[in-house]
């Protein structure tokens, strides 16, 4: 699985996060490596294995100043790519500085997500083509937090649609848009039916529900590995991507961009996420440290369990968090029952296993990691006839599928 997740660029935090020029670095564990990031006097951004290469000092604790970090135990100083600027224990003489490196991944900022190479492809491939990409500041907001459980386990819960007729539900009233979570689309029918379509960077998970007597509500998510998930959103709402990033076997880090192509975001709904309400995650202030979570019970209100929402629980994020982590950091699959509710799960597990055995028998990245272009999709969906099958229908498909790039006129 290794090989896989090593053949994309990573997602390892917010561009926010990063910090500023020749201040001091930041601690993070990826694919189970520590590592830290900083910026140098120039800008740019250096990502290093934690340990100094001379006895494995934390570099977390060195200076960085004047192009490179420097291990205060001696005051080796490495650069953004780990190379090693001064060895000032050592005699004028050595050429040891220049047969010592650190082991640096590529890094840069797009869009507002910082991305880390791990893999070995030479040279890299392109990053994913996701469509908040390019866009000006004020369209896009992205956050970071982490979750206490496997990163699939965690990411199983975006792909399971039936869940939200219940998890979601308010008891007291239902949304006035049918589309809306709490709304009677998803009141009507608690058993949607499933429809997998299979590309070459994952998949595409339409469910449909029975509504309005003789038509279907399709929701199309999207699956893209290693470990991206898009939703719908409800029209005239932003856009989402979330990122499931493997921290360590037990812990995961969850990222999710939010953006308008087509305007600024606003206000109300900064504030909604920002709060935790839906789409993002409410973290302690200053960390990546969830509000509601494990250790506190996710501030569970019975009270509110009874007479407002179906958990108690505030926020979307939060009862998503709460539902996969009380499974433990790995749960016991061979205890589970899967259903046919689960259908997009079985297919993600079957993904994630086809792709980590490909890589292995090949020893080559995952030919999808070359093909940046099979990012720019969008989650979708529409209100069809009940007997339409929702892979003909071409209008409502169209921006769920990938489109190669034209190819280049020949000379």
């Not at 996060?17 to 993070?28: F, I, Q, S």
């Not at 800008?43 to 100094?52: A, F, I, K, S, Y």
């Not at 206490?148 to 939200?164: F, I």
């Not at 990033?245 to 109300?268: F, H, S, Y």
Request: proline letters at 8%.
């Amino acid at each position: 699985m290794g090989r896989l997740m090593r053949s994309f660029w990573i997602p390892a935090m917010t561009a926010a996060e990063v910090p500023a020029a020749d201040e001091p670095p930041l601690r993070l564990t990826l694919l189970g490596e520590r590592l830290v990031v900083f910026r140098d006097t120039e800008g740019r951004v250096g990502v290093l294995e934690e340990n100094c290469p001379h006895r494995g000092a934390s570099l977390f604790f060195g200076r960085n100043e004047e192009g490179g970090i420097r291990c205060v135990y001696h005051g080796w100083k490495f650069d953004v790519a780990g190379n090693c600027l001064q060895m000032p224990t050592e005699p004028s003489t050595s050429r040891m500085c220049q047969k010592v490196k650190a082991r640096a991944y590529p890094a840069q900022i797009a869009g507002p997500v910082l991305w880390v190479y791990m893999g070995d492809a030479q040279p890299a491939p392109a990053l994913p083509e996701f469509g908040f990409v390019g866009l000006p500041e004020n369209q896009v907001y992205a956050s970071r937090w982490h979750q206490e459980c496997n990163y699939a386990q965690a990411m199983e819960g975006e792909l399971d649609s039936a869940h939200v007729g219940f998890l979601h539900q308010m008891v007291n009233k239902t949304d006035a848009d049918p589309q809306a979570l709490t709304g009677k689309y998803f009141q009507e029918d608690t058993a949607p039916s499933w429809k997998i379509m299979h590309g070459e960077a994952g998949f595409m998970a339409c469910n449909g529900r029975r509504v309005d007597g003789d038509k279907r509500y399709w929701r199309l998510n999207q699956f893209l590995l290693p470990f991206f998930t898009m939703i719908p959103p409800r029209p005239g709402d932003a856009e989402l991507v979330r990122m499931w990033v493997p921290m360590t076997d037990e812990r995961c880090w969850v990222i999710c961009v939010t953006w308008r192509a087509n305007g600024p975001l606003k206000e109300a709904e900064l504030a909604a996420w920002r709060n935790g309400e839906n789409s993002h995650r409410k973290t302690v202030p200053g960390t990546t440290i969830p509000a509601e979570r494990l250790d506190n019970d996710y501030l569970i209100d019975r009270e509110e369990q009874k007479h407002v929402t179906f958990t108690g629980i505030k926020g979307i994020r939060a009862q998503d968090a709460m539902v996969t982590e009380s499974a433990g950091p790995i749960a016991d699959r061979t205890r589970e029952h899967l259903g046919s509710s689960d259908m997009a799960v079985v297919a993600m597990r079957r993904a994630l296993m086809e792709g980590a055995t490909q890589c292995a028998a090949t020893a080559q990245p995952h030919p999808a990691a070359a093909k940046s272009w099979l990012y720019a999709v969008h989650a979708v969906q529409a209100v069809l006839p009940g007997d339409q099958d929702p892979e003909t229908a071409d209008d409502f498909l169209a921006p769920a599928r990938a489109t190669p790039p034209a190819a280049s006129p020949s000379a």
